[in-house]
């Protein structure tokens, strides 16, 4: 499961990154799913860009935070219908996802929902890699009443950049992109495009590259990214040497 737990998490944020890219054989929408209770079920719509049938499979693992790390593991308490379908060539197809645990939710629920091309065993050649495609899509169970992300920051000095840390306290999650460190007023670290999630009451651990452009100093460093809320700005305790 580890393994597993680390393919996943590697596909996951390249692939978050693409959305829906239509230059795959196999899209998906929309990416990401965030439920309120008592909403327990959605759909995702599947799409079969290729001139041949594709197989797909879809799971659903239950994603959480432990030591800075996303993990990933198997569950019952979501599931998704059709586990597996076939797509004609051009066809598309819904895919219900149900919460079927009758236990309560409290505060926000994190999970992945993976849907995998399956490979096709005619069209192997010796000596050849098949690849397909792999998309997986946050989804999110909360309660009307979740209380909202509650982050804090620290940051530790590391060979060619920083290891940003956030401890979010709150409920819900933080989805972090375009994150910056600054000195002076000029950034001294910065890692574009999607950086990860911090979930409710979890840890988050990101390495962020150095610019070149100097380095951090004092006891406090300066913060900005982007959230689903939009742009902010926050201070992080520097810590190490």
Same mark, same amino acid.
């Given at each position: 499961m580890r393994s597993l737990a680390l393919i996943v998490a590697c596909l996951a944020a390249i692939l978050e990154f693409a959305g829906s890219?239509?230059?795959?054989?196999?899209?998906?929408?929309p990416v990401v799913l965030d439920l309120r209770a008592p909403t327990a079920a959605s759909t995702i719509r599947i799409w079969n860009d290729a001139r041949r049938p594709i197989n797909v499979q879809v799971r659903v693992l239950r994603?959480?935070?432990?030591?800075?790390?996303?993990?990933?593991?198997?569950?019952?308490?979501?599931?998704?219908?059709?586990?597996?379908?076939?797509?004609r060539p051009g066809g598309e197809n819904l895919v219900r996802i149900v919460r079927t645990s009758k236990r309560p939710v409290n505060g926000e629920e994190s999970y992945r929902l993976v849907v995998d091309e399956l490979p096709d065993p005619s069209r192997r050649v010796a000596g050849t890699v098949v690849l397909v495609v792999r998309?997986?899509?946050?989804?999110?169970?909360?309660?009307?009443?979740?209380?909202?992300?509650?982050?804090?920051?620290?940051?530790?000095?590391?060979?060619?950049?920083?290891?940003?840390? #956030?401890?979010?306290? $709150?409920?819900? !999650? @933080?989805?972090?992109?375009?994150? /910056?460190? =600054?000195s002076g007023g000029k950034a001294v670290a910065r890692r574009e495009g999607l950086?990860?999630?911090?979930?409710?009451?979890?840890?988050?651990?990101?390495? #962020?590259?150095?610019? $070149?452009?100097? !380095? @951090?100093?004092?006891?406090?460093? /300066?913060? =900005?990214?982007?959230?689903?809320?939009g742009r902010f700005d926050a201070t992080a305790r520097l810590t190490g040497g």
């Open positions: 890219s239509q230059a795959a054989s196999l899209r998906v929408a994603w959480t935070q432990q030591n800075g790390e996303d993990t990933y593991e198997a569950t019952n308490d979501v599931v998704a219908s059709p586990p597996i379908t076939t797509l998309h997986s899509i946050p989804v999110f169970f909360a309660t009307t009443d979740a209380s909202g992300a509650s982050p804090s920051w620290s940051v530790q000095q590391r060979r060619g950049g920083y290891l940003v840390t #956030v401890r979010n306290r $709150g409920s819900m !999650r @933080l989805k972090i992109s375009n994150l /910056a460190l =600054s950086v990860g999630y911090a979930l409710g009451n979890s840890t988050a651990k990101w390495f #962020v590259p150095a610019t $070149g452009r100097g !380095r @951090l100093s004092g006891g406090s460093v /300066a913060i =900005s990214a982007d959230s689903e809320a």
